[in-house]
């Protein structure tokens, strides 16, 4: 009995001790140590992959980029409008997180497209209309083909290449890219799954909830 | 012991009895749907969704009953040519196009016959023979 009691406390103990920690995202992609001087002393600091600035135009012919995206979280995913394969599907749960966010001003979903030549801002505002999508917490961006590819694969870690053997023209991965207020990869979840979608959703509400360091 | 033997045995004749009651037309059609189930999951479900309930203005849904009557032998001509231009569906306007899917004849009977017995649809069995009648008469 008393050996019961003894595991009983136990138990309780480490329960307890699990419910005061606040569960924190991973942060992904490369880093680095760096050590600085300041006042004097050496510290050693790690520091994080972060997605470069790019600034692109979205489907209202607006200039737009990571400067606007400055103090946003955002989802990232990468798409084109004449998809035939995994992109409605990806949209279709990309329109969950759009509905559990649209009214929350420091939520952003990018979709950035893959085939710029077709999907001219002209094409993009149609998709979007279609889609159901208005205002300005949903971007389509259009850019130049090679910067938005070097971002996919370098960046987002998001394959994409042209192959004209495929379905459609292109091949991309479908993953959604959850990107923190300081350009920081906190998640990473394939598109083409509820459940992962709905990880991301309850994701985005964990990081909207952590301290902003700096 | 005994009881239970001849217990399990009556459970057996009595499930039988309802296997046999299915008549032959009704197993012809449950294998056409399930077959169909399957081929609709690998091409369809991607953009018309797993309720048919397609993607807002995008993607017309599967839900239009009113439509689908009498429509089987053009849905087999658009499976198999695809779809361009303007189309109406449940009173909503979608343009795009709709790849031609690389079906034989068998699978788009038992697609067809699933998609117009889900989704608030039903109109019973298409048959394979339906489908090569149909595609003899596609309009190009």
Redesign the interface.
Known sequence: MRKLIGVLALVMLFAACKSNTTKVLPIYGNRSAETKTVNGQQITDTVYQTVPAFKFVNQYGDSVGSKNLKNDIYVADFFFTSCPSICPVMQRNMLNVYNAFKDTADVKIISFTIDPKHDTTAVLKKYADKLGVSGNSWWFLNGDKDKVYDLATKSYLVGVTQDSTAAGGYVHQGYFVLIDKQQRIRGSYDGTDPKQVDQLIADIKTLKAEPVSK | MKGKIIGGICLLVFFAMIYSCQSDSSIEYSRYYSAGAVVYQSHC???H?DKGQG?????PPLTDTVLFKGYNNKLACQLKNGISGKISVGGRNFEG?M?ALDLSPIEMAQVITYITNSFGNKQGIFTDDQVQNALKNCSK
């Open positions: 479900q991607n953009c969704g993607l807002n203005g995008l993607i196009t790849p």
